[in-house]
Each structure stands twice: as C-alpha cells, then as structure tokens.
DNA sequence: AAAAGATGTGCAAACGTTTGCGCGAAATTA
DNA sequence: TAATTTCGCGCAAACGTTTGCACATCTTTT
C-alpha cells in the first residue's frame, strides 16, 4: 500500500473548500477565520499532511540545501571540519549536500555542476590537489550562488574563504622551544609546493628574528613525507655541524617516522612538535611535546556559518561593493596532556 | 547582474517553436525533425542551458539523492564507510545528504523527518546508541522509500541491513594465536550491552572449541573502555592463575592502553590482538601483531549499492513478498604490516 | 483520385504550493 | 438607511518540465 503523501488539495476537497484557503490556514494568515483554520489544521493533523518540499523549492528555487566538496572524506581533517560544517547546518535549519573529490579535478568540475543542477543554496569547496582551472566556480558567480572555500583556498580574486594560518603556531611553537632553553631547533618541513610548507617555514623565522637569533636555513630540512624521505632528514639534521636538540615535524605521521628513527638509534634527548593531523598521537607511547592545531571543526563551523549568512544577505545592496570574506583561523600551539 | 538561468521556454520563444517541441528536441524525441533538432541543441548549447533539476524532481517526484544518517561523521569507521557511501552515490548517479545524530535519539528523530521531508529517494541509517523507539522509521515504509540500515542495526524485523559480523574475525584471531603457539589467551571485552561484545566472545569460544581446548570464562573480562579500566582488566588477566600469554583488546584504544600499561610494568613478552579502527595503529612503536578488520568502506559501499538497488526496484512485484536483504561483512584478521 | 500512412509540431494538463487580486457578505460607521 | 470598512474566502497565475493527444502537412499506397 502504498500510500501517497497526502496533499493540500485533498484537504481542501474534503473540506470543500480551496486549496488557497487551507494553504493559508496552515501558516496561520490573519485572513482566514479561526473556524476554518481549527478545521483545516485538525485534518492536516490526521492525515499526517506534510508539507512537498520538492514543490516548494521549486516554487521560489530556494532548497535549503548547502553543497558542500572536500577531496577526502576519510582523512581527519576534513572529516572533522564536515562535522562542524553539519553542526551548523544542522543549528541553522540546512541540510549538507557532501560529495569527495578524490583529490581529482575532472571530479570536482562533475560535482561542481551536479551541486549546480541539484539547485543547492551555497557550496563549500575545498579544491582537490590538482584542480589548476577555476571556472567551474564561475558558474556560481553567474547566478548569484555564493560559495565560501575552505582549507584549500584557489588562487583565484574576489573569492569567500576561511583557512588557517600555520604562521601563528609555528611561530609559537618555535617560540615555546626557545623558551624551553633549545637553541638549535630543526625543522622537517614538506615539498615547496605547498602553501603549508612556506607558512611553517616562516614561523620559524619569525619566531627566531623575534628572539633575536640568527635563522639558519639549513637546520630546516624539506622531504616528501614518506618514512624514507624522514630518516633522510632526520640523518641530515643529526649530521648538522649544530646538533638539534628539538625538531619541528611537518605532521604526526613525519614526528612518528622520526621519533621512531631517533629511538632505533637510541636518541632520546629530542624534543618533537608537531601538528595535529592525528586523533590518536596522544595515546601513544612517544608523543611531541606540543602540537600546532588547525582546529578543522572549528574552521568547518566558520565556513558553514559564513556560507549560510551569504546566502542570506539581501541581495546585491546597490551601490556598495560586494564585500569578501577572507577569515584566517589562527593555528594554536597545544601542549601535549600526557603526563 | 544575477544571470537568471536559461528555460526552456525561452528557447522555444526564440525559436518560436513550442517548448514541447523544445524538451522533445533535447531528449531526441524520433518524432521531432532533424533540422529543428539542430536549430534548438545548437541556441542551447549557446545559452548554457541546463535543464532545471528542481523542477524536473518535482515533476517525477525523484530527487536521485539518498539521505545517510550516522552518528559521527569524526569517527574514523563512520568517516571511512560515508566514503564508500558517496562513492558508490557517485558512481550510481546519485548524491548523498548527509547528517549526523551524535548518538543522540531526538536530533535522529528530527533528521530522519528533515531527510524525509527534503524528498530523498532512500534512507541509510546507522541508528544512535540512545535510539530505543523505531516508530520514526516507520513513515518511510509506508510512503514506500527503502530504508537500509548499517553497522548499527535497530532491533526490529522487517529491516534492509548491512552490518558487520565480528564472529569470524575474532575466531580467526584467536585461532592465528593459537596456532602461534599461545595457550592461555586472555580478552578484554567490552560492555555487556553491547552486540560486539556477545560476538567477539563467542568467536573467541569457537576457535577454543574448534581446536579441542576448553574454554574458560574468566580469561574474558568486560571493560569499561576507558584507560582505568583496561589497567583494571589486565591486572585481573595477569593475576589470573594460568597468566595470559596473548591478549585480544576490544579496540585499539584498549589496545594502547594495555599496551603502555604493559610496557610500564616492563612486560614485553606479550602478544596482542585488536580490531581495527583506527588508521594509525600500523605506524606506530608497539602495535598488535594482527587486527580484525572491519572495512567500513566496503560496508558502505555495499549498504549504498542496496539501497540504490532497492530504489530501482520494480515497485511491489505482485504476489512476490518483500524480501529483505539481511548482508553481513564478514570481518577479517589481518596482519600486522610491520616487519 | 481517394484513402492511408508517416512525419513534424503544438496544445494543454499535470506535479504541489504560494500569493496578488477580487468578490461577496457581514459588521461598522455616518 | 446608505455608505464604508472589515472579514473570509476563492480564482487563477506562476515556477520549469514532460508527455498523451490531436492536428496539419506531405508522402506513399491502392
């Protein structure tokens, strides 16, 4: 049996009287006498009449509906920040329409469109590693659907984004090492293609002109990550004419590889610091003495929120430029809560 | 300038032609003239015309999008099976709304109305620890829009689930033990209340029973999964008369946990088990030599495929009872990576 | 030359809801 | 009592698309 939804125009026939009544009843409009509206309400009950939203977003191609593209679901990153993003859709009466990239761009540009056509009411979008086209996004432009990026921000102008800034937490983080009494700190940064890699990089430097010490390049170290690549850094910051007594890694896998390495080798007056990628680094056994935190549920919250208020701005207010959102989340130094 | 987005009347305005003739002439209707067909594919192709998919939805009362529902996106099996999900969405030409219930009954309750009310095509629900009444599910069996639950599988009949089977991992953990030559295996376990816990106890008494050894109840202790208990329940294992040569832990985190505790107390000839859910582990110092695998991506994978498929059911094949598809994943040991 | 078929196109209804406008009846005012 | 206001309700259009049906024109068959 099956029963199909009850509609507004079976109440009216039932009630004899027209469709526009009872959808007026229903939302309480002051033209409608209190008799027809008990009436119309008590049978809308009944019949468990639930109002076709299909029909409404069709009406005034509103959805409530936010789009919402992240390259990989299962990473902790972005399956926290799609936590905080869902909170606040959740909060604010959105629904989150989610799709991965896998990091690929011919998937993105596909669900960029299919978010098109589905009709969602903003997108979050956070660009897959080989996107190097933008104009997939355009199309939003065009038809006055905001989008907010997030994490992996396009070089692109005049564009809605929330990202986190690893200059802070670097800076601190090094800071907080220099305060610890290390004055010869190392640094396992990642390749020079990333934004991430730069923004460690003068952290560092910052932190060091800041306490007026000299910066010595070459006691930062990049590599591709792999445990290989962190041993190779690790032998050449250990090899340095000045010995490191702490190291910066790039993330928790890099400071596992690298704890693991100094501990084979039976290094242990090494200090790590690292940044918080990983939910678990604090059950370990060896752990960084601190982490930078990008705080990703934080920055999907923020994301989420914007989006929803762009969409709900009153359009276009004549005159006045449009306005973008550029919000920086700043990264943290957190102190490891191991005792 | 908020480019409104291109109709199909407006096609047909410019054509002057009727937007019949328009919609036949872009679905390449055999009745509609090849010339017209060019003149109208050629002005839409100009005016990036896109069908409008709300209307469209509306109109078959189809959204291709299924609702998914679980109850914490930041859970690493949660967020690796979502992936599976959307995959299989993707692949299938479908999209996923996504919410989550933070194991909390009435916000589930709420979501599954929402998910309902959005119009999605299908349901995939992984229900809340503190759900107890299943009356809100219901509504979907009658508007006839399949339900398939997973992992968290709601005690009632008449149900599409797919969920994992931790019988056959276990026993195949235990037995990997055995056969390694350990005769005395102590488990920590979990909650009674929970189902995993009944499975992987009786996995652990079958391989006992399959290899003509008797069982003996008070190697398995329950646990309260937190770091206190686990020290609790090992110091009950090791001052177990015959002390414990292999331990299978509830978790990895249980498995951490017992694991730094031995460490602390300089046990090291201690070989330990756990089922996978972190995606760490492997990386780091002391890991169990093996783990029980869940793959949640596969089950979401599968649990996605279902319900697709029941979407496309032929409706109510007459005569023919509902079946329902009761699939279970086996889980699986798998070993340790690191040499 | 008339009937039949094929071909190309348009009309209009349908999906469920909202909303501006108008109209009759009752209630108020002058 | 007549003029005006208020109240309660219905009509119909609109949103964009699909589709059954009918109609006209042209081509073929008898």
Redesign the interface.
């Known amino acids: 049996?099956?029963?199909k939804?009850t509609t507004i125009k079976e109440i009216a026939k039932i009630l004899k009287i027209s469709v526009s009544t009872v959808s007026r009843a229903l939302h309480d409009h002051s033209s409608i006498g209190l008799t027809t509206k008990m009436r119309v309400k008590k049978l809308a009950a009944e019949l468990n009449y639930?109002?076709?939203?299909?029909?409404i977003?069709?009406l005034h191609?509103k959805?409530f509906?936010i789009g919402v593209i992240l390259p990989?679901?299962?990473e902790?990153f972005f399956?926290?920040a799609?936590?905080g993003i869902?909170?606040i859709a959740?909060k604010r009466n959105y629904?989150?329409?989610?799709?991965?990239s896998h990091d690929d761009a011919e998937?993105e540009k596909l669900?960029v469109a299919?978010?098109?056509?589905?009709?969602v009411d903003g997108l979050l979008v956070s660009v897959a590693k080989t996107t190097s086209t933008y104009e997939h996004f355009e199309v939003f432009k065009?038809?006055?659907i905001p989008i907010v990026f997030f994490d992996r921000i396009p070089p692109i102008k005049d564009i809605h984004y929330v990202s986190s800034n690893l200059k802070t937490g670097t800076f601190e983080a090094v800071n907080f090492l220099l305060k610890k009494g290390h004055r010869t700190i190392g640094m396992i940064n990642g390749p020079g293609t990333l934004v991430a890699t730069h923004e460690r990089k003068e952290g560092y430097i910052r932190a060091m002109t800041a306490n007026r010490l000299k910066f010595d390049p070459s006691l930062i170290v990049s590599c591709d990550l792999s445990e290989d690549g962190t041993i190779k850094a690790m032998d050449t910051l250990l090899n340095h004419k000045r010995k490191p007594t702490a190291v910066v890694t790039f993330n928790?896998?890099v400071a596992?590889?690298a704890m693991?390495y100094a501990?084979s080798i039976a290094l242990t007056n090494l200090d790590f610091v690292s940044y918080a990628n990983?939910?678990?680094?604090n059950?370990?056994?060896?752990t960084p003495i601190a982490s930078v935190e990008q705080f990703p549920?934080k920055q999907g919250k923020k994301a989420a929120d914007i989006l929803i208020d762009l969409i709900n701005k009153p359009?276009?207010e004549s005159g006045s430029e449009q306005a973008y959102f550029n919000i920086v989340v700043e990264s943290e130094l957190v102190l490891s809560n191991r005792k």
């Open positions: 049996m099956p029963d939804p639930e109002p076709n939203q299909r029909a977003q069709f191609g959805s509906v990989e679901l299962s902790s399956s926290t799609i936590s869902e909170d959740y629904t989150v329409l989610l799709a991965q998937r669900l299919k978010m098109k056509s589905q009709g065009k038809l006055n928790d896998y596992l590889f693991r501990k990983l939910p678990i680094i059950y370990m056994d060896h549920y359009k276009n």
